[in-house]
């Protein structure tokens, strides 16, 4: 199956933002993809964290929900849907979950994943503090989904630097990790390459991840180079600055070959 990966400048216009993922979703689908990833907070990147909590839905319900399905009936396509807002049943009617919904090319929901490492953070050197807990609740579960691709692991952004999450994923099945990011300019230039192929490498899966470029509303600035990567750690597709996508053929086979030549998984102790 050939996947993308769907590379944004969202904003605070979550008509605009909805508009834009549709068209690239129709470009990916023109091209012969089957499933696309979007990238974290597609439909909204907010001036303020606690802004999400507005346009946060039920799972399965509401505009963006409705958005998802029809584009990926329309384009029949899998969607795995990056990142939203997801409401929390928790005290605080301000924080939301950081959720990604995944739609199969019927558009029936098929998973949900809810971010389990919120990012906060401060780059001193740059002077940049980062508090996702302020308007975020963590996620508990960790999530997999059946695919014509394989079996997917899901994760989102913050979560590419916890190991022992992805090993979960790969012991519950998965031959690919899906990683929708929003990194910052900072940490991307310096970790995002290298953090992506390790997690490629050490699993022996493919990872499929898409970012936020540019500036933001929040004064925020995202590193994109949205890329895909084989699970020997090369680099199949990166993309440039831009709103658009990036594409790869994927071999379903390639990771249980690999994993029995090199059977770093099987040989592990710990």
Same mark, same amino acid.
């Given at each position: 199956m050939r996947v993308a990966a769907i590379q944004m400048n969202s904003g605070a216009d979550v008509t605009a933002n909805l508009?834009? @993922?549709?068209? #690239?979703?129709? $470009?990916? !689908?023109?091209?012969?993809?089957? %499933?696309?990833?979007?990238?974290?907070?597609? @439909? %909204?990147?907010?001036? =303020?964290?606690? $802004?999400? !909590? =507005?346009? @946060?839905?039920?799972?399965g319900e509401g505009p963006i929900h409705d958005f998802l399905s029809a584009a990926a009936q329309r384009n029949g396509l899998w969607i795995i849907a990056g990142s939203m807002p997801l409401v929390s049943p928790e005290i605080d009617a301000e924080r939301v979950y950081g959720a990604c919904p995944v739609y199969d090319a019927a558009g029936e929901p098929q998973a949900i994943y809810r971010k389990i490492h919120l990012f906060d953070v401060d780059l001193v050197d740059k002077q940049e503090s980062y508090r996702e807990s302020r308007s975020m609740y963590p996620g508990e579960d960790?999530?997999?989904?059946?695919?014509?691709?394989?079996?997917?692991?899901?994760?989102?952004?913050? $979560?590419? =630097?916890?190991?022992?999450?992805?090993?979960? #994923?790969?012991? !519950?099945?998965?031959?690919?990790?899906t990683v929708p990011a929003a990194f910052t300019a900072t940490t991307g230039e310096a970790h995002w390459h290298t953090l992506l192929r390790s997690r490629a490498i050490e699993n022996l899966a493919y990872v499929v991840a898409p970012g936020q470029y540019g500036e933001h509303p929040d004064s925020r600035s995202t590193y994109g180079h949205s890329l895909i990567i084989d699970p020997w750690?090369?680099? %199949?597709?990166? &993309?440039?600055?831009?709103?658009?996508?990036? !594409?790869? *053929?994927? *071999?379903?086979?390639?990771?249980?070959? #690999? =994993?029995?030549?090199?059977? &770093?998984?099987?040989?592990?102790?710990l």
């Open positions: 508009e834009l @993922a549709d068209s #690239l979703l129709e $470009d990916a !689908a023109a091209d012969g993809c089957g %499933l696309a990833v979007l990238p974290e907070n597609f @439909a %909204l990147m907010p001036a =303020r964290g606690r $802004d999400k !909590a =507005r346009i @946060a839905e039920e799972p960790v999530v997999t989904v059946d695919t014509p691709c394989g079996r997917i692991g899901l994760t989102i952004c913050y $979560d590419v =630097r916890f190991p022992e999450l992805f090993r979960q #994923l790969v012991d !519950a099945g998965a031959t690919m990790f750690g090369r680099v %199949l597709a990166e &993309a440039a600055d831009g709103n658009g996508f990036v !594409a790869a *053929d994927i *071999d379903p086979e390639l990771p249980a070959k #690999l =994993r029995s030549e090199f059977p &770093a998984l099987a040989n592990r102790r």
